[in-house]
């Protein structure tokens, strides 16, 4: 059984869909769990919802794609708890656009975004991971990068550089004994898609996933937070550098 009591987590991208289950169930393991986001509603609702169950999230309004917002979590972190034990990468956002409207801007956000706190974030509680026992990094990736979408062309490039930076990460940090490694969801139900898992075209992209996903649904949030959990824990101390899909089967098809 997992168990992260004492430990110290920070998860990018906590308000909703995957980057929430995962706060949710180191909080239930009882870690104690830091936020980012820049969704404050849910963030916040989220708090309360832990914090009455007497679980420890402490949701902060971030932005992960400025330096300021980030060093100011980890110098919160830094005074708090002097360490950190986990870091997941998880915010991200999609530019949904063709190549041929797509702007120098949509790009650049994206990939400041997607891509530069994972390496910058990672640089910054640096001197926090070496401090815990069992560190580990997971970054979020994407099989979007491994096959490409119409409409995705700077999301997938920015995921692509998830994976590699995951593998090099790897390499890098090893001398610390600090691991990293990287989940690859698959179509997973999070708000990002409930305009098709929801909408009034639900029953058109039923049909899609039966088509794409061999297992023939949906993914659940949780089912990813779980891969992630395991990925941090005391389970998976000889995984470093791994690229784990999470996908019912989406890339194999
Ligand atoms: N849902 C899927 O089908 C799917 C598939 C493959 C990969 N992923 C990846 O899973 C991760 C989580 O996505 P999700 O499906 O839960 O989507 P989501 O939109 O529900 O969650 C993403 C969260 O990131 C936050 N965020 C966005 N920009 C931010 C910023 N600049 N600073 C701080 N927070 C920011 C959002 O507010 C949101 O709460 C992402 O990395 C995504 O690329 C999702």
Redesign the pocket.
């Known amino acids: 059984m997992m168990d992260f009591r004492g430990k110290v987590i920070l998860v990018?991208?906590s308000?909703?869909?995957?980057?929430r289950s995962t706060v949710e169930l180191f909080a239930e393991l009882n870690a104690h769990v830091i936020g980012?986001?820049?969704?404050d509603e849910?963030g916040k609702e989220l708090e309360s919802k832990l914090r009455s169950k007497g679980l420890d999230f402490t949701y902060f309004h971030?932005?992960?794609?400025k330096i300021e917002d980030l060093k100011r979590v980890v110098d919160y972190i830094s005074e708090k708890y002097d360490k950190l034990d986990v870091l997941v990468n998880?915010?991200?956002?999609a530019e949904w656009k063709y190549f041929e409207e797509l702007t120098y801007e949509d790009c650049e956000r994206v990939i400041r975004?997607?891509l530069f706190p994972t390496i910058f974030l990672t640089k910054f509680v640096l001197p926090l991971l070496k401090k815990s026992q069992n560190a580990s990094i997971i970054n979020?990736?994407?099989?979007?990068a491994e096959r490409g979408e119409d409409n995705l062309l700077c999301y997938a490039a920015s995921?692509g550089g998830v994976h590699a930076i995951t593998i090099s990460l790897a390499r890098i940090l090893a001398k610390y004994n600090i691991r990293v490694n990287a989940v690859i969801?698959?179509?997973?139900d999070?708000?990002?898609?409930w305009v098709r898992t929801r909408g009034p075209e639900k029953a058109k992209w039923e049909q899609w996933i039966k088509q794409v996903v061999l297992l023939s649904r949906w993914g659940k949030?949780e089912e990813v937070a779980s891969v992630i959990a395991f990925l941090a824990s005391d389970l998976a101390t000889f995984i470093t550098g791994s690229l784990i899909a999470v996908d019912g089967g989406y890339l194999i098809r």
């Open positions: 990018t991208g308000s909703s869909g995957i980057g980012i986001d820049m969704n849910w971030s932005d992960v794609s998880n915010a991200a956002i975004v997607n979020v990736g994407s099989v979007t995921k969801p698959g179509p997973i999070t708000p990002i898609n949030p």
